[in-house]
């Protein structure tokens, strides 16, 4: 989706940076690099592509370098920790390697379609949104492949968080976001929850420091490779992120 004139212009001084987290991704790296790159390119962004290993056992790290090869080290840039450290401190270590001035952050297991960033860039540049959130529940959003228990729980738990915290945003467990890079870095610095839970909490702080928050309908297609990682310990967490968050803000 090229875009044109003026409005083109200004898309030209900002670079994007885009944040993905892996472990045990080997199957679907090289695919959802090769869409980002496709509908990015086509778009005439200017970009770069972090990945942060954790250690994955499967080989990912070696497919990654793989990638950077074919792509360039301009395009893929890798920074592999040892071992699984947490989703917010891999957003941490990501940020303090991207070079560009707003940062893009979404899952590597295809869950998330690289199509959708042409249209957060362009909400967010209409708007000057501080971020922009890919939004399941409204507007022609949806979930597709996950069975009747985990859309229950899904929907149960946004609806939950909707009643108690009212973060004038539809949907809060999403990791598929755009944010301006001093935005999300006081976001990171005014969160303490970690793992998916880290999600949820960076919206209502955003209400809280009241930045504002666009959100791009997207549909959401559970992983084709692997295993999901959302397990029984994750739930616990998010319960207690919950009473957290509603008795201190």
Request: glycine share 8%; proline share 3%.
């Amino acid at each position: 989706m090229a875009l044109s004139g003026s409005y083109s212009e200004i898309t030209k001084s900002d670079k994007y940076s885009i944040l993905l987290p892996t472990y045990n991704e080997r199957e679907n790296l090289p695919i959802i690099i090769w869409l980002i790159i496709k509908y990015l390119d086509n778009s005439d962004f200017d970009y770069e592509v972090i990945i942060i290993d954790d250690g994955s056992p499967d080989g990912t790290l070696e497919v990654a370098k793989q990638l950077q090869k074919l792509y360039g080290s301009n395009k893929i840039v890798l920074r592999p920790r040892e071992k699984k450290l947490g989703l917010g401190t891999a957003y941490i270590h990501g940020m303090q390697h991207a070079t560009g001035n707003f940062i893009i952050i979404m899952d590597s297991d295809l869950s998330h379609h690289p199509k959708y960033i042409p249209k957060f860039i362009e909400l967010q540049k209409k708007h000057d949104y501080d971020l922009v959130s890919g939004t399941r529940y409204k507007d022609g959003g949806g979930v597709y492949g996950w069975d009747f228990k985990r859309k229950l729980i899904s929907r149960g738990a946004n609806f939950i968080t909707q009643l108690l915290l009212r973060p004038r945003a539809s949907d809060l467990t999403g990791s598929f976001r755009l944010y301006k890079k001093d935005i999300l870095q006081k976001l990171i610095d005014s969160c303490v929850s970690k793992g998916y839970v880290f999600q949820m909490e960076m919206i209502i702080r955003a209400r809280q420091l009241d930045y504002t928050i666009g959100e791009v309908p997207i549909s959401f297609v559970d992983r084709v490779y692997g295993e999901s990682k959302l397990g029984g310990s994750e739930i616990v967490q998010f319960a207690k992120a919950l009473l957290y968050l509603f008795a201190t803000t």
